[in-house]
């Protein structure tokens, strides 16, 4: 059975940080590239970040040199390091472990910036 379950999200005022992490299991972790996305309200979930197989990163224009996606195979776990928040950033952030025509979504975290 596959699992995939973030963490890490909460309230953080504006300028602050925060590291969501998201671990899969029931999957060759290093096989999947791993993707992360955030629907704030009244929105369209949107791509933020996605990390492939060997390591190359890919961001949204509005968060590039603020967050910083990576992975760690030996604990089947990719990170979002978040700098510099902005209320904008306010969502529900989900990852996504996809694999050629597989995708498994988790239940997603919220993220809420605001003083």
């Known amino acids: 059975q596959v699992q995939v379950v973030e963490s890490g999200g909460g309230l953080v005022q504006p300028g602050g940080s925060l590291r969501l992490s998201c671990a899969a299991s029931?999957?060759?972790?290093?096989?999947?590239?791993m993707d992360w996305y955030r629907q704030a309200p009244g929105k369209q979930r949107e791509l933020v970040a996605i990390i492939s197989t060997n390591g190359v990163t890919t961001y949204t224009d509005s968060v590039r040199g603020r967050f910083t996606i990576s992975r760690d195979n030996a604990k089947n776990t990719v990170y979002l390091q978040m700098n510099g928040l902005k209320p904008e950033d306010t969502a529900v952030y989900y990852c996504?472990?996809?694999?050629?025509?597989?995708?498994?979504w988790g239940q997603g975290t919220q993220v809420t910036v605001s003083s």
């Open positions: 996504n472990a996809r694999r050629m025509n597989l995708n498994y």
């Open positions: 029931g999957i060759i972790f290093s096989n999947y590239a």
